[in-house]
């Protein structure tokens, strides 16, 4: 097992398309486990795909670049006349943009 816990949840990811892929209402969950897995390097007991399987895996994380931050501002601005202020909070790494008093500060 992975020590960073970022990691198992990619392969827990992973290993779950694989399996919603082959998944059928006639094919039994050993049958995926002994032979489907196998064949995309997955190579787990029935007991491991059982944890894998009754996880809470959490969606993605999505991180806000500059770039995104900065195209989300033009088109905000250019569909709606909101007034934006955006300033260098601190003189850290970010950028705190205030939008009609929602503030999103992106890392």
Known sequence: MSY???NYIKRARYIISVYNAHKHADVPDTKIVRHTFPKY???????QWMNIKGMVIPKEE????YSKLFSLIV????????KFS???AD???YWVVKINSLTLKPI
């Open 4 to 6: 960073n816990n970022k």
């Open 41 to 47: 390097n997955i190579h787990l007991s029935y007991r």
């Open 62 to 65: 999505t991180q806000l670049t």
């Open 75 to 82: 088109n905000l601005n250019s569909v709606t006349s909101a």
């Open 86 to 88: 955006s300033e260098l």
């Open 91 to 93: 003189k850290s790494s």
